[in-house]
């Protein structure tokens, strides 16, 4: 169904594995374009609960994009490869439905861009990240140079944006890039485990958390103000009906997602 990734739905875990291990999985126009549509099917499969992004083999979840589809373009190129590789992180980030980056190996470039699109982030004790563009004359154009401000700071982000340094998973931890760092033969577990907990609570609870969370960093909305309008709209739910009738029975409460 997608030429460079490979999925796998298990119990409402949709995993989506980036599949091009002798590029090390690096980011090309089919990636991307497969990346759109895969995100399309999250979106609309109501099998899906939740999903797991990570790359094959264990040297790279992904380690950029691929440099030779961008020698030669000129500045509207540029730009309309940017805009195309925002509007598709945008899709990741926006989702309503969880979505972990499991990042085993190297997520450079726009593979640190894709990881940072998603949700939140676990790391494997090999993993490295960073956004070495400049050393390309480039800057990030997937969204970097603002995701990693808004998860690591700005002096932190500045530092790696215009050095092109690398940091491992430790250091990532250390700065909030990741939640967790585990052994790589462990990361997917992880994952699965935190979404088996996430899974079971009210779906739409879950996903007007994540709109009212990326409201923070969206400048045409006003966070507070989401955050009352989804919490209003939790009220129409069949499972806020259903939790709150649980929490006062004392039972454990059963949510369909209406």
């Known amino acids: 169904m997608y030429q460079t990734l490979v999925t796998d739905l298990s119990n409402g875990i949709f995993t989506i594995t980036i599949n091009r291990p002798d590029k090390l999985n690096a980011l090309n126009q089919q990636v991307m374009s497969d990346l759109s549509n895969v995100m ?43 805009k195309r590789g925002q509007d598709i992180f945008f899709k990741i980030e926006n989702c309503p439905k969880p979505v972990i980056a499991c990042v085993n190996g190297f997520a450079l470039g726009g593979g640190c861009e894709l990881a940072m699109s998603c949700h939140f982030r676990i790391a494997s004790e090999n993993a490295k990240f960073g956004q070495p563009e400049v050393n390309l004359g480039l800057i990030p154009g997937y969204g970097g140079t603002q995701r990693l ?28 890039l990741v ?80």
């Open 179 to 258: 939640n967790y760092v585990v052994p790589q033969e462990e990361l997917i577990a992880k994952a699965i485990a935190i979404l088996q907990v996430i899974n079971s609570k009210a779906p739409v609870a879950v996903a007007k958390c994540i709109e009212a969370a990326n409201a923070v960093f969206d400048e045409s909305k006003n966070g507070f103000e989401v955050e009352i309008n989804a919490f209003g709209d939790c009220f129409a739910t069949e499972d806020m009906k259903e939790g709150t009738s649980a929490f006062l029975e004392k039972r454990k409460a059963i949510f369909k997602g209406q």
């Open 149 to 176: 401000v808004q998860l690591i700071g700005k002096g932190r982000a500045m530092e790696l944006l215009m050095g092109a340094g690398m940091i491992d998973a430790a250091t990532a931890l250390q700065y909030g």
């Open 40 to 82: 399309d099917e999250v979106y609309q499969n109501k099998d899906i609960q939740s999903v797991i992004i990570t790359g094959s083999g264990p040297k790279a979840f992904v380690a950029g994009a691929d440099i030779s589809e961008f020698s030669g373009a000129s500045v509207a190129e540029g730009k309309a490869l940017a």
